[in-house]
């Protein structure tokens, strides 16, 4: 049986993460593993250096009441994640998802991603974590690395789950959108939506066309209903605009084709579209 690794904390996004998960589940057959991850805001760290600052005696008496807080600190949290674990279980088993697991692990999250992605086919995780700042539009900080580092497809959950009758696919041409092709042909994820492929171009560019055109066609021998538009513009403000005012469900896109430090230097379309975007995206590295 397949398997779908869900990602949760204590966000508002968590709960969107189970409906995502149990929408993909069933459509690809697959199993759910709920993971949540306590990383280093969650344990003991390394205990303050007080010489010098204080006498030997109280310095003795405060470190072992930060021993105790910290081992008290831990074990709520512990406490907390297999509550919230729980919780997300009977979210998806009442929602039909029969084969649901519970995973609570310690240290990095992409550790743990590490260790357990090559038994999944899908991830999903949310937009936002609990430290992310809403105000400012600020994504997960985990977001970007899980992205970067899954050789698997993600699904970004946004922040309320509705159902998906379409998805718009983000063309550029490139290696990431076309293995997101060959996934969307293979799996059952998308089986039976509405398909857009749309390409930020000049319309004469025949270049483009063809390759625009040869992907159509792939999809549409493999039974979708789908229509191909390339459209002048940035990529961003193109596919953001079509996103809003077509009411797609769903962007498929290529993640992160360039380094951290070319992203940083001139930005990252795919931080833009996941950022602006209302509705879930899948990634494909």
Known sequence: MTRLIA???GSAYAQSVCDHAGWAAPRIGASVEL???????????????????????????????LADLDEQRAKLAQRRGRLMLEDAKLRLTSAGVTEVATRLRHGDLLDAVHEFETQADLIVIGKRGEAADFA??????????????CRKP??????????????????????????????????????GLECRLLMAAEKGDETARKRLDAAAARLGDAGFA??????????????????????FGLLVMGAYGHSRIRSLIIGSTTTEMVRSCLVPVLLYR
Do not use: W
């Open 226 to 247: 789908v229509r191909a538009e390339m459209r002048p513009g940035q990529p961003d403000t193109v596919i953001a605009g079509a996103v809003e005012s077509e009411a």
């Open 7 to 9: 990602l949760i904390d």
């Open 154 to 191: 993600v699904l970004v959950a946004s922040r309320a789950f509705k159902p998906i009758e379409s998805f718009l696919i983000a063309f550029d041409g490139g290696p990431s959108v076309m293995r997101a092709i060959d996934h969307i042909v293979a799996s059952g994820l998308l089986k």
């Open 35 to 65: 993971m949540h991850v306590l990383g280093r805001r969650d344990v003991p760290g390394a205990p303050a250096d007080f010489s010098g600052s204080i006498g030997v005696d109280a310095r003795d008496a405060l470190l072992s009441e």
């Open 136 to 149: 400012k539009m600020h994504l997960g900080s985990n977001l970007e690395r899980v992205v970067r580092a």
